[in-house]
């Protein structure tokens, strides 16, 4: 004990409850930092499944759309009819902010997948007639996720993902462990 301590026993007690806490909290941040890189080194099976998402198409009635959480992202899935289909596939506009071919954005013509985020700055776009209007800025991306106006400079982008059957896709891809 300090000279300081013995002056005031109240000072003491308190400057070490400081010095315990202080240690403690500093205790808990190098675990915090140090966590998502030894995660990063070792994936666990958990960390692998969080990786992907497995969805089933059956309960999307077609003109209907599912919101699917994939990495703590929104995923659309459009069960588009076939009114929809040729309405993408004629639709010339679809060519000039960020020109693509609707077939060349979908696996199956029935089935939109997308990321629910716009591409200016994030925000998540809401389901309107004809596609997705991006409240933050007004965007508007069609019902093959293609950017017609607005800020965003992209399309809608195109996560991975596989068909397990007909009515089942897994979204994400399981990496391989070594
Ligand atoms: S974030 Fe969507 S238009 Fe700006």
Known sequence: MSDEDSKDPKESGRRHFLETVTGVVAGAGVCGAAWPFISSMNPTTDVLAKSTSEVELGDIAVGETKTVDWQGKPVFILHRTPEQISEVRNDQSAQTKDPEQDEKRV??????????????????????DKGWLCPCHGSFYDDSGRVLRGPAPKNLILPPYEFLSDNKILIGKVEEQS
Do not use: A, E, N
């Not at 985020?117 to 309107?128: A, F, N, Q, S, Y």
């Open 107 to 128: 696996q199956k013509p029935q089935w939109l997948v997308v990321v629910g985020l716009c591409t200016h700055l994030g925000c998540v776009p809401l389901r309107k």
